[in-house]
C-alpha cells in the first residue's frame, strides 16, 4: 500500500489546524470544520493513489484497487487525519499557552508601572485642579450643591484607588458608569450647558465585565477636544450594546466636534488623546488574548468616535 499520499496531504493538515484553532468560532463550528477535514484528506488520499495507479498500470487496474480498498482506505483516511490534527492541534495550543502567558506577565508589568500614577495618569491633573477650584467658589455660592459635588469627588478618588488595577482586574460596567456619571457632574459644574450627553445603554450589558477605567480617558478626550474648546460645546455620545455576533460587549464613546485626521493620532507631546488611546491599544494587545479591539473613526469636520469590543466569558 502507498503510504506516500498520506504523508503528503499531512503537511497540509498544519495551516488548516492552525486557521482552526486561531479563530474565534464555537466549538460546534470548529469540529465541523475539522469533520468536513478529514473526509476532504481521506478523499484526496484515494483520488491521489488512483491517479498515480492508473498512470503506471492503466485506469481499469486503478479503478479495481480503488473499489477494492474504498472502505478501509476511508476509514483511515479519517484516522491518520484525526491523528496528526491532534498532534498539530496540541503543538499549536502549547504555543497559545505561552504566548498568553508572556502576554500576561507583560500586562501585569505594565499595569504595576501605571499603579502609582493611577490619580495622575488616569485623572487629568488638570481635571483635579479645576474641580477643585470649581468647588472652591460654588462653597462661596451654593454650600449644599458643594457638599453633593465633594461626595461624588471623593467617591471618583475611592474607586480610582480602590481598583487593583492587575492584569485580570475587572469591574462590572454599571460600577464603569456609575464612576463616569460622577465625573461627568463634576465636569458639568464647569462647563455647564455646554456639554450635552447622550447615555445609550443597554440593561442587559450593566453586568458585564471591563478593565477598570476604560471609559474615562475616552470621554476626558472627548471633553478636552470638541466641548471645551467651543462656545457652543458639543454632545458626548457613550453607548454600550451586546454585540449580536459573539455575545461580547460593544462600547462606543463619540462626539460632533472638529475630528481630526487619522493619520496624525500618534502621540504627540503634550496631546493626551494620542497617549491615551495608545496606552489603551496597547492595553488591549496585552489582555484579552488579543481578542479585545478598539478602532477609531474619524475625519476632519466629521467628529471622533473610538469603539470598543471587550469579550465576555
Known sequence: HMLWA???LGTAVWPVARRLQASDTAPAATAMGHVLAAVAFAALWQAGEFAVNSALFGPDHAGAVLVAGLLWRSVWGVVVYTAIATAFTAVLQARAARSAAVAAAQAESALAKAELSAISGKLNPHFLFNTLNTLIALTRKDPAGAEAALLQFASMLRYVLDTKRGAEDRVMLSDEIDFLRDYLALEALRLGPRLRLDWQLEARVLADELPPLTLQPLVENAILHAVAPRKAGGCVTISARRNALNQGLDLAVADDGPGC????????????????LAALQKRFAL?????????????????????LFIPQT
Not at 287 to 307: C, E, K, M, N
Open 6 to 8: 498520506p504523508m503528503l
Open 287 to 307: 489582555d484579552y488574548d488579543g481578542q479585545a479591539r478598539l478602532r477609531i473613526h474619524t475625519a476632519p469636520g466629521a467628529g471622533f468616535r473610538v469603539d
Open 261 to 276: 485626521d487619522p493619520t496624525v493620532l500618534a502621540p504627540q507631546p503634550g496631546q493626551r488623546r494620542g497617549i491615551g
